[in-house]
């Protein structure tokens, strides 16, 4: 069966740098969900779309951004990369928001 | 706020030992419960749910009951093997728009042959 799709699966940036990260749902979920998981803590939510648009926010700085495309996949930007930020980031995708959430492999990031 | 505690870890047991992984939860209304684990290195995988009080979720032999009364959803598995080895996290999705999960602290359990 398809699975949520994320890339790229590691990413090296420097501080200050920018950073874009992609997520693919699930054929025919229309739901997104972006966590943050540090180093041995818990998965933190950032933001999530229903329908290419945003339904809720978390604890996302405000030097991060995201959106959810036409083809539903969706884009998490970063900027002004802070040593902080390096962290596994998920995207999980359900169909619609009250069924169960599947996640992605995650993104590493790592600032240097 | 909505959240969700667990037993600190690691929990280190045997093999074919019995585990038990405490889950306790505050939330507004009737959130859905999840377990979810991660194994190193990988992704976070459902393991199993339950949406409404008194159910039992269960898969691969894990088990977990939605008890209201107590506020809690433990996990149990009657004989652990050594690839249950993972980080174990409990969830629920509350009753807010977007039905995002929050997420307990974690717990490593640690299955020695």
């Known amino acids: 069966a398809a699975g949520v799709i994320q890339s790229p699966r590691h990413l090296i940036k420097e501080k200050r740098e920018t950073a874009t990260l992609k997520c693919y749902p699930i054929?025919?979920?229309?739901?997104v969900y972006w966590y943050q998981q540090g180093p041995g803590q818990d998965p933190q939510f950032l933001i999530s779309?229903?329908?290419?648009?945003?339904?809720d926010k978390g604890s996302i700085p405000d030097r991060f951004s995201a959106q959810q495309f036409s083809d539903y996949h969706s884009e998490l930007n970063m900027s002004s990369l802070e040593l902080g930020d390096s962290a596994l980031y998920f995207c999980a995708s359900s169909a619609g928001t009250v069924y169960e959430q599947y996640f992605g492999p995650g993104t590493r990031l790592t600032v240097t | 706020g909505d959240s969700v505690t667990q037993m600190e870890g690691p929990v280190t047991l045997s093999e074919e030992a019995f585990l038990t992984i405490n889950c306790t939860y505050t939330?507004?209304?009737?959130?859905?419960l999840f377990w979810y684990v991660q194994y190193p290195g990988e992704g976070l995988q459902l393991l199993l749910k339950?949406?409404?009080?008194?159910d039992k979720g269960s898969n691969k032999g894990f088990e977990a009951t939605y008890r209201k009364e107590t506020t809690s959803f433990h996990l149990e598995k009657g004989s652990v093997q050594v690839s249950d080895s993972a980080v174990y996290f409990c969830?629920?999705?509350?009753?807010?728009?977007?039905?995002?999960?929050?997420f307990g602290s974690g717990t490593r359990l640690l299955v020695r042959p």
């Open positions: 339950a949406t409404k009080a008194d």
């Open positions: 969830a629920l999705s509350g009753m807010d728009s977007s039905y995002k999960l929050i």
């Open positions: 779309f229903y329908e290419k648009m945003q339904s």
């Open positions: 939330a507004t209304g009737y959130p859905s």
């Open positions: 054929p025919r979920h229309d739901t």
